[in-house]
């Protein structure tokens, strides 16, 4: 819902207190502005560089004001006095916008005021809107705020601004499909940022061009240190085994599905190619694939980490459909809710959590993990992923589709024998490939430098199967995983079919 819609509401409501979390301020008040004139409301906007304006409908006497306090005292004398008509049958509506205005809300005085100014503009109609990109609603005030997104822009506004640039060149304009994949591209972009890699397009090329606009947004992404935009080649046939967790997805990302999907969540020993399969997966869908860096996100000042998932969040909604990608989510959530956890992570799983479970953008979350015990069960709850895959260390028949793929990728003669690979992951037949393309050895040579993370985790590996037996869904056969650790190599595992009612 579009930033005045939801305010609109509010304000018929007489909700006095807005809370508007934007990363665009100047827009937003752009927004605000514009539709208090249409509504004939009076706007002031009040900051600590520019002081009091009024850019709507100005009272009679404009007072004279210099800080944050003597703003808000004057608040009440900012109402035009109602005359005439006015008087009997429309309240007046003003508007106090107060850009960056959390800054100034470690004052006791200034938190006293605006809650005095708060619970009076109910009755008065004055409301007082602040701009800030962080949640930061001080406790004593928590009741008297509501909060409003103000969101990226959507298709239709991306449109817009494209179309304004494009004003002076009439003869830029894109073909219909051609302006569908630069409203792509831009998706995820503020409006200024839109703007500008719009323009830049149009420097360099004379057009607008969808790539340049995605090298722009993959920059600005990067910049934000939020996320990162995956581009690169391999999709499912550079990957060996895998079947039901390939079949899957394949199924549940198909366009134009009425059930939008969630999510996955892979669970594996290291090296078993989790993290290859979700970059595979945005070539294979035609998704663009964002990498969420759980550890970027975890901010070094209170509030930041929270801000930083919300805006990144933000993003992959815009982008939908796309794939969100956290690789190692453990990493950065492990103690939460335990001592040694200052809260951080606490705060940023249950962001990340309820947007799983809210999300109504096409955005399918992909995530990964080597240590499941230190992951929060809440995590693996039905309604927030579609499917929890236990991704084993590759069968023999899997093993030879391996070499054969990184056989051929490194140049390796097809009659050296292969070495003895039992237990081995993809990654230790990849990394024996290569050894012996590097140093021009055989593949039995090779081998001797590789130790499989089967015998050097042994117990982590042992462990990591047993919880994964009955609870997850096996990635190679469909049904879910059951271990048996007596059952030799290729029998390893049992699979029960999906039609087993046990699994429903
Ligand atoms: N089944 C497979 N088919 C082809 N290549 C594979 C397979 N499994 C792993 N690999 C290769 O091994 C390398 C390491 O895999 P990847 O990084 O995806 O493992 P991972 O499961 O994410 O490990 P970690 O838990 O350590 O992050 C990659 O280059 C990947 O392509
Ligand atoms: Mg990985």
């Known amino acids: 819902m579009s930033l005045v819609t939801q305010l609109n509401d509010y304000i018929n409501a007489a909700f006095s207190g807005l809370w508007v979390t934007t990363v665009e301020p100047d827009e937003a008040e752009r927004e605000l502005v514009e539709h208090a004139r249409r509504r004939q409301w009076t706007l002031a906007v009040w900051d600590l560089a520019r002081g009091l304006r009024f850019p709507a409908n100005a009272p009679a006497t404009v007072p004279q004001v210099d800080d944050p306090l003597a703003v808000l005292k004057a608040l009440p004398t900012l109402a035009p006095v109602p005359t005439g008509e006015d008087a009997t049958t429309s309240e007046p509506t003003t508007l106090l916008v107060l850009p960056n205005f959390h800054r100034f809300l470690n004052s006791p005085e200034i938190v006293q005021n605006l809650f005095e100014q708060l619970v009076a503009g109910k009755q008065s109609r004055t409301f007082i809107v602040v701009l800030s990109p962080v949640v930061a609603i001080p406790v004593e005030l928590d009741r008297v705020f509501v909060v409003i997104d103000h969101a990226l822009p959507t298709p239709d506004q991306l449109g817009q601004i494209a179309q304004d640039v494009l004003a002076d060149h009439p003869d830029g304009i894109p073909t219909n499909r051609a302006w569908q994949s630069l409203l792509e591209a831009a998706a995820g972009l503020t409006r200024a940022e839109a703007e500008g890699a719009f323009a830049l397009s ?231 490939c290569r050894l012996s393309a590097l140093l021009d050895v055989s593949l039995t040579e090779a081998a001797k430098n590789v130790v499989p993370v089967a015998h050097t985790a042994a117990e982590a590996v042992a462990k990591l199967r047993q919880w994964a037996s009955g609870r997850c869904l096996s990635a190679d056969r469909p049904g879910l995983y059951v271990h048996s650790p007596e059952a030799g190599d290729t029998s390893r595992r049992k699979v029960r079919r999906p039609a087993d009612p046990q699994n429903n």
């Open 202 to 432: 149009l420097a360099r090329h004379d057009e607008l061009r969808p790539e340049v606009i995605w090298e722009l947004k993959a920059q600005t992404l990067r910049k934000q240190n939020l996320l990162t935009l995956h581009r690169g080649p391999g999709d499912f046939t550079s990957l060996g085994g895998l079947t039901a967790l390939k079949d899957f997805c394949r199924r549940a990302l198909q366009p134009g599905r009425s059930v939008k999907p969630r999510g996955a969540l892979l669970l594996s020993p290291p090296g078993c190619g989790k993290s290859a399969f979700c970059r595979a997966l945005g070539n294979e869908t035609g998704r663009p694939v964002l990498t969420l860096d759980i550890g970027n996100l975890m901010g070094g000042l209170v509030g930041d980490t929270e801000r930083n998932v919300r805006q990144a969040l933000k993003i992959a909604d815009a982008m939908s459909p796309c794939i969100l990608f956290a690789d190692e989510l453990e990493k950065g959530l492990s103690g939460v809710g335990g001592s040694g956890d200052s809260g951080v992570s606490t705060r940023l799983f249950g962001t990340l959590l309820s947007w799983l479970a809210d999300h109504e953008s096409d955005v399918f979350f992909i995530g990964t993990a080597n240590d499941i015990s230190r992951l929060p069960p809440e995590f693996t709850r039905a309604e927030r992923l579609d499917a929890v895959f236990f991704v084993d260390l590759p069968v023999a028949a899997e093993r030879q589709t391996i070499w054969q793929l990184y056989r051929r990728q490194y140049d390796i003669a097809a009659n050296q024998p292969i070495p003895t690979d039992t237990d081995w992951t993809g990654a230790e037949i990849k990394s024996c």
